[in-house]
């Protein structure tokens, strides 16, 4: 099989790589959906 870069993501990239400020987002993006989840009990988002 030829290799190709995959669109998506199947690890995190270490944490030099990203901006502090992406980490922040989207720890609290999923912070928010699991609170979503949790009030609602249902995955509205997938």
């Known amino acids: 099989m030829p290799t190709q870069p995959s669109m998506h993501v199947t690890h995190m990239p270490d944490e030099g790589v990203m ?3 992406v980490l922040f987002f ?6 928010v959906l699991i609170l979503e989840k949790d009030i609602y009990h249902a995955p509205f988002w997938i």
């Open 19 to 21: 901006d502090s400020s």
């Open 26 to 31: 989207v720890s609290v993006a999923l912070d």
